[in-house]
């Protein structure tokens, strides 16, 4: 599709007001489809996700120019009653807002749910928090390490015999809560088309990885397992796992069933390991988890990854190279499908950026802005679409409404 394409979300309005991570990835992704986002942000300082992470030409991190990417930045200090005023003014035309305050921060301003509904009947409010708007910890604070945590994916993140660690990626639960933010934002916008309803989506950090932890809650439930570290290891699978290469590289090999396993053995040209006294059911292999990696790895352990992944692939057993961020930016695949956007800004030059995800084939979302200077967009909303006079935008700037 061209550049012409309709866009999903377009005229579709959403309000910023969030901070780091979760909600604004929310708010990024409806971005990507065509939503107009108005980022807001505190006067002077800004999301503190502008400085998370390694600091640009800008001032401003990668991180930011990445996740707070087509938006609009004004500013606003919510705390004050002008700022307040400002705000339920830009709510009025506002379809989504998201926010991800401690709960009862918002109500403490005069903007909780019930005072913005008021305002706008229909309105949809995603609200995401470390433990949701209400129970006995939802005054909590927590950032996305406490949510592996609490969660029980840390617990399980680990070799056997070692601490439990952080799961590959620190922001792993912002970025999930904030696809499941974007979910709910759908969801909700579908339901007020049909029922002419606004309502708030409520997320809790945690939420989105424990729905990930596949039969963990029914397996104790049922029985009581309590499934422990296992590092590269999958509690009931074997072989599914990684595995070294001659040449100092890993592979990740995943025979999830019977039949994949005897394409492994064919390829091993092992076909004695499928005889019904060995390995041939899963029941077998699970109960010989040490001897069958231990095979497996001394097979895998005496080609190189390039030799391994050939027989494999040749065999149809399931295998994948353990890509650094190196061997993605070399890889065909990632070339192919085009998930290593390169884009220039005239702040910083040329940075490639993740692409939009998923692809559509009617109307496919795209980039069109890396995260904003904070305020640069002050004069277009307050000015242009607001009415405000340059004289009032002055009094506020030096009263720090905004």
Not at 9 to 36: K, W
Not at 327 to 334: A, N, R, V
Not at 357 to 372: D, H, K, M, N
Request: proline share 6%.
């Amino acid at each position: 599709m061209t550049n012409e394409s309709p866009l999903p979300l377009q005229g579709v309005r959403v309000l910023d007001v969030a901070t780091m991570l979760a909600a604004p990835f929310c708010a990024s992704i409806l971005g990507d489809f065509g939503a107009e986002v108005i980022k807001v942000e505190m006067p002077g300082s800004g999301d503190p996700f502008r400085k998370f992470g390694t600091i640009t030409e800008t001032g401003s991190s990668l991180n930011w120019l990445n996740d707070g990417r087509n938006k609009k930045s004004i500013t606003l200090d919510l705390r004050k009653p002008q700022g307040v005023e400002i705000l339920q003014r830009l709510v009025v035309d506002c379809d989504i807002m998201v926010e991800n305050f401690r709960p009862g921060t918002l109500e403490r301003w005069g903007l909780g749910f019930a005072a913005l509904k008021a305002i706008k009947d229909d309105l949809i409010l995603i609200r995401i928090s470390a433990y949701g708007q209400d129970g006995p910890y939802r005054d909590r604070p927590g950032f996305a390490r406490i949510a592996h945590a609490f969660s029980g994916l840390a617990y399980l993140a680990g070799e056997t015999d070692g601490p439990p660690v952080t799961p590959g990626s620190t922001s792993l639960a912002d970025y999930i809560s904030g696809l499941y933010g974007a979910l709910g934002a759908l969801l909700a916008y579908t339901a007020r088309a049909r029922f002419g309803i606004g309502q708030f989506v409520d997320i809790a950090l945690y939420e989105g990885i424990f729905r990930m932890l596949d039969e963990l809650a029914p397996a104790y439930a049922k029985s009581g397992f309590v499934r422990e570290r296992m590092g590269p290891d999958t509690v009931n699978v074997v072989p599914h796992s990684h595995y070294a290469t001659r040449d100092g590289k890993w592979v990740a090999l995943a025979c999830s069933t019977d039949k994949m396993f005897e394409r492994l053995a064919a390829v091993m040209e092992r076909p004695e390991l499928v005889v019904p006294d060995r390995f041939a059911t899963m029941a077998q292999r699970v109960a010989a988890r040490d001897e069958v990696n231990r095979l497996v790895a001394d097979w895998i352990g005496g080609l190189s990854r390039d030799q391994v992944m050939q027989r494999c692939l040749l065999g149809e057993v399931p295998i994948g190279s353990l890509n650094s961020i190196a061997d993605i930016f070399e890889d065909e695949q990632f070339k192919a499908r085009g998930n290593l956007l390169k884009v220039h800004d005239p702040r910083v030059g040329e940075i490639v950026i993740p692409n939009v995800v998923p692809r559509l084939s009617a109307t496919p979302g795209r980039f069109a802005t890396l995260g904003p200077d904070l305020g640069q967009h002050n004069d277009e909303i307050y000015r242009e679409r607001l009415g405000y006079s340059a004289e009032e935008l002055e009094r506020w700037r030096e009263d720090g409404v905004i």
